[in-house]
């Protein structure tokens, strides 16, 4: 089961190689990292989530956001860019080497900021052809709200060993409902690259 939503993000990325979605040239290894950084997700749990039942929060991820029709192109790339940075913060703050191994975090961290330079050149390029910084805003504002919940969660649960592992779940479950923005941004492909 946890290895569903890696399978996912991984053919959520695929689709963002030579040729993909966004219309710009990402390393040959970046799927690859993208595979890597989930799999170390899914290494990383320390202890069973079934341990951390009365630990459980529903942190309302922004499903409809990703599954609406409304975004566009230049809001939907936002959306996956600022989700990958969201992610590297949450687990570089300093408080996440305590919960996890430190060299599987290492890792992941270092996958995450690839990830991040690699879709930077995708995310100017779009960016740059769209005006409407304000467009762009809605989406970015509801995830680090989003992604604030968390934090706090985290701080009142005292960043205990269950709370990150329920964190680590969320964000396993939360890329997986990045599968529709996949298909968002395969139906704009023609339109990304056009001034």
Known sequence: MASVPSLLMALLLSSYGPGGALGCDLPQNHVLVSRQNFVLLG??????????????KDFRFPQEMVDGSQLQKAQAISVLHEMLQQIFNLFHAERSSAAWDATLLDKLLTGLHQQLEDLDTCFVQVMGEQDSAQGRAGPTVVLKSYFQGIHLYLKEKKYSDCAWEIVRLEIKRSFSSLTNLQERLRIMDGDLGSP
């Not at 290494?43 to 459980?56: V, Y």
């Open 43 to 56: 290494q990383l749990r320390r202890i069973s989530p079934f341990f951390c039942l009365e630990d459980r």
